[in-house]
């Protein structure tokens, strides 16, 4: 159980398109989900914190302009780049909380690579 | 502002070593602390998870201890395998369940 989702797995595309992430939780129900992104042989920097049916919480220093998050359902987290840049290029992880789970479990799921040319 | 530092940033050793992997935070205000795991182009996998009461959790081959006064954790691995080669990533909760994470250790265990 507690299987976390990301689609796509990996994404290529030009300078200036938007590309939207998905993060589903296949067997739990998520009321939150985060979004990190990790630069190469750096660490996970959370990005912003999604709660389901309010706006999403963004860290210092993101802006909720070019990374749009929407988390429109128990199960759907999407991250949103907006107009990409190559300086966008990052692994982006998401990981989920199971609104049951009174604990601090957060699974995360298997990454996507975007690389903006 | 929480920060993570894990030492040492890479570490290679032979096959059937023990080895420790450290981690410090400055700031003691934490809910707990976890040890993940991350292969090359991969998401995390959860390792141990200790509470801020507990002093160490145990799994398999893997030790893992919390001193919160001090801000330190340590992963002890026994007996290493070439497959427990990964980066190790370890991370603090604070509050409203955010992870602050260190950099990582890459580790490599030579046949």
């Known amino acids: 159980g507690a299987v976390v989702s990301q689609h796509p797995s990996r994404v290529i595309c030009k300078s200036g398109t938007s590309v939207k992430i998905e993060c589903r939780s296949l067997?739990?129900?998520?009321?939150?989900m985060f979004w990190y992104r990790q630069f190469p042989k750096q660490s996970l920097m959370l990005m912003a914190t999604?709660?389901?049916?309010?706006?999403?919480?963004?860290e210092q220093g993101v802006e909720k302009d070019k990374f749009l998050i929407n988390h429109a359902s128990l199960t759907l987290s999407t991250l949103t780049v907006t107009s990409a840049h190559p300086e966008d290029s990052s692994f982006y992880i998401c990981?989920?909380?199971?609104?049951?789970?009174?604990?601090?479990?957060?699974?995360f799921g298997p990454g996507t690579r975007l690389t903006v040319l | 502002k929480q920060e993570v530092t894990q030492i040492p940033a890479a570490l290679s050793v032979p096959e059937g070593e023990n080895l420790v992997l450290n981690c410090s935070f400055t700031?003691?205000?934490?809910?707990?602390l976890q040890w993940f795991r991350q292969d090359p182009g991969k998401g995390l996998t959860s390792l141990l998870l200790?509470?801020?009461?507990?002093r160490e959790q145990t799994s398999g081959r893997l030790n893992a201890s919390l001193d919160k006064s001090s801000g330190r954790s340590t992963l002890y691995i026994a007996a290493s395998q070439p497959g427990d080669s990964a980066t190790y990533l370890c991370?603090?909760?604070?509050?409203?369940?955010?992870?602050?994470f260190g950099q990582g250790t890459r580790l490599t265990i030579n046949p």
């Open positions: 990981s989920a909380r199971d609104f049951r789970d009174r604990g601090d479990t957060q699974y």
């Open positions: 067997d739990f129900q998520a009321t939150t």
């Open positions: 999604s709660n389901e049916g309010s706006k999403a919480t963004y």
């Open positions: 991370a603090v909760t604070q509050g409203a369940q955010k992870l602050v």
């Open positions: 200790i509470q801020s009461s507990q």
């Open positions: 700031d003691s205000a934490i809910y707990n």
